[in-house]
């Protein structure tokens, strides 16, 4: 049965939009509803599905992703997902049956690598078809894909290198998203800290957001400096936030965007920030 509008509403406990230069705004949901009816770009990000890991039904915690997204995506057109890391646990056997499972998502779809994502480079474009680090382009917006660890697993701070040469080329874009599995200062306890990349981040203000995975207990946003950081829970995996869910970010005209957790069959409690 796909999801109405007034249910889709009513499922989101709470919602953002987020202003240039970083001012955010709470919405309720009759502001939401007419913003939604406005946006010119939606994405979904999910992450942490974790596939095989042990004692854990990963083959439903995928296809559950696959039917929430869908049934959303009929009534809320998205153009795109972004599966932000930990897409298997460790084991490189994992990577096709998981993309098999992807590849049922309604809508194209980009991957970064996280830290349970245990290939090498040469493995994951085998598989996927991009790098480690990639930049896709879309009306005016560019989104860049960063990983943040290796074949062994460790976390990494992301190639400043490769963002700084990246951030120059589209500092002439509406908005640049980026994506990276691990998140890059102190909030939590597996994170790591990365100052360079807040200095970085700090020189171009088009830089609307940065999403992470890899904490499945936060689905908060985190305003860094002035550039909104963002968590989405997890889709998979043996722990985490009650509910397994995923984040939408609509654009709204050139320079804001709405951004929320949606669960199509619970109400969802954002974290305040």
């Keep these: 049965m796909s999801l109405s ?7 989101i406990s709470s919602a953002s939009l987020v202003l ?21 770009l939606r994405f979904v ?26 049934k959303f995506h009929q009534n809320n057109k998205v153009d795109f997902c972004v599966i932000n890391g930990d897409i298997i646990h460790d084991r490189p056997e994992f990577l096709e049956p998981a ?16 830290n349970h994502d245990r290939v090498n480079e040469t493995r994951w474009n085998e ?8 930049e896709v382009r879309m009306k005016n917006n560019t989104f860049l894909l960063a990983n943040t660890s290796n074949e062994q697993g460790k976390y990494l701070s992301p190639d400043i290198a ?12 509406d908005n640049v ?3 990276m599995h691990i998140p890059q200062a102190k909030w939590t306890a597996n994170a790591i800290e990365t100052p360079a990349l807040i200095e970085l981040l ?20 985190i305003m860094w400096e002035g550039v909104p950081c963002m968590f989405d829970s997890h889709f998979g995996g043996s722990w985490g936030t009650s509910y397994r869910g995923f984040r939408v970010v609509e654009l709204v005209g050139k320079n804001s965007y709405v951004t929320y957790i949606m669960n199509p069959t619970e109400r969802i409690n954002q974290a305040e920030f």
């Design 45 to 70: 990000i999910a992450s942490d599905g974790h596939y095989g890991e042990q004692n854990t039904n990963s083959d439903e915690f995928y296809q559950a992703l696959v039917e929430n997204v869908t």
């Design 127 to 134: 598989v996927w078809g991009m790098p480690f680090n990639h």
């Design 177 to 179: 998203f980026i994506f």
């Design 202 to 221: 700090k020189k171009y203000k088009n830089v609307r957001g940065v999403f992470h995975g890899h904490e499945h207990d936060q689905d908060n946003v």
């Design 99 to 114: 993309k098999q499972k992807l590849d049922m998502l309604p809508v194209k779809y980009y991957v970064t690598k996280g």
């Design 162 to 173: 490769w963002l700084t040469e990246k951030l120059n080329a589209n500092n002439g874009q």
């Design 5 to 11: 509008r007034r249910d889709f509403i009513a499922r």
């Design 20 to 40: 240039l230069g970083g001012g955010v705004v709470k919405l309720n949901a009759h502001d939401l509803s007419n913003l939604s009816k406005k946006a010119n």
